[in-house]
C-alpha cells in the first residue's frame, strides 16, 4: 500500500477493482473525496475514539463513502465536520441508515469526534444486486485488513471500539493482539443498549 498517508490510503481503496458481489464506492472520485474530506478533518485535530463496524452498507458508505453515514446524515448532520464541509461533499439521495443516526447522535451528544471505519471498507452484496447487504466472507474481511491497519496507524485511537459481534470477531480474528472494546451494534433493536455501552466507555476514557 503506497505511503503512510491519507492520500496513499485513498489511492490504494480506489485501486481495488469491484466484483460481481463487492462493490467498492472509492471507484467514485466524488466518494473518495468524502473520505478525504472527513480524514483530513480527522487529521487536523486530536482523534482519540476509533468506531469499527464490519462492511460498508448499501445505505451508508456505499452511497456517502464514510462507515457509519447516510446521505441523510451529509445533509442533516449539525456536527462541525458536516457544517464545515458540507457544500463540498457530494450527497446522492435522501435515505438515511439507522446506525448512522445512532452513532452521530452518540458522538454529538457527547462531543467527540470518532474515527469511523470498517473491517472490510468495500461493499459486499447479492451477486449482481449492489442495493443489498450480505456478510463478508474471510477472504473479503482480510482484504480489508491492510487498510483498517493504515487507518489505525495513521490516526492512533486511544480508545477502539467494535460495533457489534461481527465486528469483533473479524478484530479478534485479523488482530489477536489488539486491545478494544465491543458494543451492541445500534440497529435491531440495540440503539438503548449502544447508547448505555458508549457512554461508559467514554465516561472511563475522561476519567483515566
Not at 25 to 41: I, M, S, T
Not at 139 to 147: M, Q, Y
Not at 176 to 184: D, M
Amino acid at each position: 500500500m503506497p505511503g503512510n498517508t491519507i492520500d496513499g490510503l485513498i489511492t490504494a481503496l480506489a485501486a481495488v477493482a469491484p466484483t460481481q458481489t463487492l462493490g467498492n464506492p472509492f471507484r467514485d472520485a466524488r466518494l473518495a473525496n468524502n473520505l478525504k474530506l472527513y480524514l483530513n478533518y480527522l487529521d487536523s485535530r486530536p482523534t482519540h475514539l476509533a468506531l469499527i463496524g464490519e462492511a460498508a452498507g448499501h445505505r451508508g458508505c456505499a452511497l456517502t463513502g464514510m462507515a457509519f453515514t447516510s446521505p441523510e446524515t451529509l445533509r442533516d448532520s449539525r456536527n462541525d465536520f458536516f457544517t464545515t464541509c458540507r457544500d463540498r461533499m457530494f450527497r446522492q439521495g435522501d435515505v438515511f441508515e439507522p446506525s448512522g443516526r445512532f452513532v452521530w447522535g452518540v458522538a454529538d451528544a457527547h462531543g467527540v469526534m470518532p474515527l469511523l471505519w470498517n473491517a472490510l471498507p468495500l461493499h459486499p452484496h447479492q451477486p449482481g444486486q449492489p442495493r443489498t447487504n450480505r456478510t463478508p466472507t474471510r477472504a473479503e474481511l482480510e482484504l480489508g485488513e491492510p487498510f483498517l491497519t493504515r487507518v489505525l496507524d495513521i490516526f492512533r485511537p486511544k480508545v477502539i471500539v467494535a460495533v457489534g459481534r461481527k465486528a469483533e470477531h473479524s478484530l479478534g480474528r485479523l488482530f489477536p493482539g489488539l486491545k478494544f472494546r465491543v458494543v451492541r451494534h445500534p440497529s435491531m433493536g440495540g440503539s438503548t443498549l449502544f447508547r448505555e455501552q458508549m457512554a461508559v466507555i467514554l465516561g472511563e476514557f475522561r476519567n483515566g
